[in-house]
């Protein structure tokens, strides 16, 4: 079976074609990034991003069929985006996923993104025990999800203000270093002594096991003042350094203390910041010493992509054949609340 995935929640717009069944694969991804467009406001406009993605949609659509040798007429499952994200950006990829369902009578399965993202490991690891705990962490989100099964599973923590990619963003743009931070920041943590500087880790006044992540930023910026901070300067990177590091660990410890209170089988990390070395391999360390299973997407399904909406929307398809999937009536959503937590479709 063939399926079309399509993605343009943020700032990327992506189609993808898999082939699911007797054999899982992914045949095909076109991506647009529009980092550069966004570059000079240090973060993403959304005009800009839906503007964008308007532009591309359909090119990259063709593009990702010639990929994979298909045409529209091999396509027996369309799998969009339905959210969270940027509403303009979304309903781009929705109302042409919905043009395709309606001119060629497909069946059009909505697609979680967070949820998405989760499932962003078993394109290449087919088999993850269950119960399993999901770190997503990304330029907009950061979350803790419990699963006892793939479509049952709750929210355990979020963040309470920032996520953390956008707080290496801010940091980034700070420093006149560019856009996006988090992948400046991974490339200059080597040059720094990590140990330096101090940051005190958040903790919640109710007692709850969110994450902040605002305070490392404010911090950061404190000292960065108070040292006069140039930037290429031995403070610099130490600073830097020593903010990356305690920002990972704070991660990986909330997370371990999760996996270990739930007594999950698998740890799967996801989303954007997935891809920093340091935390691949503050994570795969830790997880190996205490011989808890830990699965990374490779680091182009790290980021957003359609493969994972595709693979995610096959599942769906699989698990819950008698859905109305010609439903043309789906709308777009821009906050996530794993909105159907006990039982997530």
């Not at 399993?132 to 709750?154: N, P, Y």
């Not at 990972?248 to 209170?261: G, I």
């Amino acid at each position: 079976m063939y399926i079309l995935g399509i993605e343009s929640s943020c700032d990327e717009t992506a189609v993808a074609v898999v082939e699911r069944g007797v054999v899982n694969a992914v045949r095909s991804e076109a991506i647009k990034s529009q980092v550069e467009l966004h570059a000079p406001f240090g973060g993403i406009v959304p005009e800009i991003a839906a503007r964008t993605h308007y532009e591309a949609i359909d090119r990259l659509c063709r593009q990702a069929l010639h990929q994979a040798g298909l045409g529209i007429g091999d396509i027996e499952v369309l799998a969009v985006t339905l959210g969270p994200g940027l509403v303009g950006s979304l309903l781009i990829g929705l109302a042409f996923a919905k043009g395709l369902a309606m001119a060629h009578e497909l069946p059009l399965v909505a697609v979680d993104h967070i949820a998405a993202h989760i499932e962003a490991p078993f394109i290449s690891h087919n088999h993850i025990a269950y119960p399993l705990l999901a770190l997503v962490v990304s330029g907009g989100h950061t979350s803790l999800f419990f699963q006892e099964s793939k479509f049952c599973g709750r929210m355990v923590a979020k963040t309470r203000d920032d996520a953390a990619g956008e707080v290496m963003d801010k940091v980034a743009k700070h420093f006149g270093l560019g856009y996006p931070g988090g992948p400046l920041l991974d490339n200059l943590f080597d040059k720094g002594d990590a140990g330096r500087f101090r940051f005190t880790r958040p903790r919640m006044s109710d007692g709850g096991d969110d994450f902040s992540f605002s305070g490392y930023k404010s911090a950061l910026l404190r000292q960065a003042r108070e040292l006069d901070v140039v930037a290429g300067s031995k403070d610099f990177y130490d600073l830097l350094a020593s903010f990356l590091g305690s920002l990972v660990d704070y991660l990986l410890d909330k997370t371990l203390a999760a996996a270990v209170s739930l007594k999950v089988r698998s740890l799967i990390v996801s989303g954007g910041v997935s891809r920093n070395t340091l935390l691949r391999r503050r994570f795969a360390d830790a997880c190996a010493a205490r011989g808890l299973p830990l699965y990374l997407p490779e680091p182009r399904y790290c980021t957003d992509n359609a493969a994972m909406i595709a693979w995610l929307g096959y599942e769906k398809y699989a698990a819950f054949p008698n859905m109305n999937y010609y439903d043309l009536y789906l709308n777009s959503y821009s906050r996530s609340s794993f909105r159907e937590s006990k039982r997530h479709r």
